[in-house]
């Protein structure tokens, strides 16, 4: 694969509901950031992911939020007892291992969530 | 905290005209300064830097340190560059990574 891809593309989910998101970096990009862009909004940092620890997640907005990335590669951003304010685009982005100059972030095509 | 401010939600312009971005950004330090773009039915990516000091398709952006500013600007503007356009931001103190973004503006040029 060439880009980032996220799957999935869409989720439509009730409000209550857990979701899983999906987020396939590109090969050899070492870091991962999730953002959650909200209508209207540009993309809000989540979480980065340095390999498989998670360096910093002071984005998260509370404690239903959570992200995984166990083998340095695919991350799941997953959601427990969503509510109607979790609806937005869910973006991930990948770079180039963490370095004192800035690494290009390349974009996913995000996962929109809508919670009914 | 690290703020961007983009006054302009929506800027319409005829193709030919000149285009000028706003971006306006708060932070105690030097950051590095981005503009990204999103054409429609794609995804998010970089349009130019700062540091680089490019011209990416006819656009072109100066860092204004009295101004805290990063206007993005072209001499003409074109119907392909109809686009959202968001400006970043990022530290460049220990730990910085993520990129803070303003809310965007949402280019429109008129054929």
């Known amino acids: 694969g060439a880009g980032v891809s996220q799957t999935p593309s869409n989720k439509v989910t009730e409000k209550g509901k857990y979701v899983e998101l999906r987020c396939d970096p590109i090969?050899?990009?070492?870091?991962l950031y999730w953002y959650r862009q909200s209508l209207g909004q540009g993309p809000e940092f989540l979480i980065y992911?340095?390999?498989?620890?998670?360096?910093?997640d002071s984005g998260l907005p509370n404690d239903r939020f959570f992200a995984v990335r166990p083998e340095g590669s695919v991350s799941t951003l997953k959601i427990q007892r969503t509510e109607r304010g979790d609806s937005a685009v869910y973006l991930c982005?990948?770079?180039?291992?963490?370095?004192?100059?800035?690494?290009?972030?390349?974009f996913g095509p995000g996962t929109r969530l809508t919670v009914l | 905290a690290q703020r961007v401010t983009q006054p302009e939600k929506l800027l319409s312009v005829f193709k030919g005209a000149p285009v000028e971005l706003k971006c306006n950004y708060s932070?105690?330090?030097?950051?590095?300064l981005f503009w990204y773009v999103q054409y429609s039915r794609q995804r998010l990516q970089l349009l130019l830097r700062?540091?680089s000091r490019e011209s990416i398709k006819g656009f072109t952006a100066d860092l204004n340190k009295g101004e805290t500013s990063f206007h993005l600007k072209k001499p003409f503007a074109q119907e392909e560059d109809s686009a959202m356009y968001y400006c970043?931001?990022?530290?460049?103190?220990?730990?910085?990574?993520?990129?803070?973004f303003g809310k965007g503006t949402k280019l429109s040029v008129i054929p």
């Open positions: 982005a990948s770079s180039l291992g963490l370095s004192f100059s800035y690494n290009e972030q390349f």
């Open positions: 090969s050899g990009h070492t870091a």
């Open positions: 992911f340095q390999g498989t620890g998670a360096a910093d």
């Open positions: 932070y105690s330090g030097s950051p590095e």
């Open positions: 700062h540091i």
């Open positions: 970043a931001i990022r530290g460049t103190g220990a730990g910085s990574y993520q990129l803070t």
